[in-house]
């Protein structure tokens, strides 16, 4: 079993930073797709930031330029930098994690960002 596990989440006020950690139990030197999701109170869940399958990085419009997707691949990791942070990135954030094509993704329990204005 796959254990993904967030962390780095927490109250900050607007224009503050936070850095989300999403660690892996088992090896992400190799994977399908790696993304950051968050849902908001009342909204459906939306991609945040996510490796693309030729290596490069994808972005939802409202995080571009703020938000920074990045992986240590010796520990395991995936982060989210959000910088600039406003208060409609409150929300929950999870990592998500498809190791190979053939299987189901991952989802980690998720950590609560929470953005004062």
């Known amino acids: 079993q796959v254990r993904l596990v967030e962390s780095g989440g927490g109250l900050v006020q607007a224009g503050g930073s936070l850095r989300l950690s999403c660690a892996a139990s088992?090896?992400?030197?190799?994977?399908?797709?790696m993304g950051w999701y968050r849902r908001a109170p009342g909204k459906q869940r939306e991609l945040v930031a996510a490796?693309?399958?030729?290596?490069?990085?994808d972005y939802a419009d409202s995080v571009k330029g703020r938000f920074t997707i990045s992986r240590d691949n010796a520990k395991n990791t995936m982060y989210l930098q959000m910088n600039s942070l406003k208060p409609e990135d409150t929300a929950i954030y999870y990592c998500?994690?498809?190791?190979?094509?053939?299987?189901?993704?991952?989802w980690g329990q998720g950590t609560q960002v929470t953005v004062s204005s």
């Open positions: 998500n994690v498809q190791f190979n094509r053939w299987s189901a993704a991952y």
């Open positions: 088992r090896s992400i030197l190799s994977t399908n797709s």
């Open positions: 490796f693309t399958s030729g290596g490069g990085t």
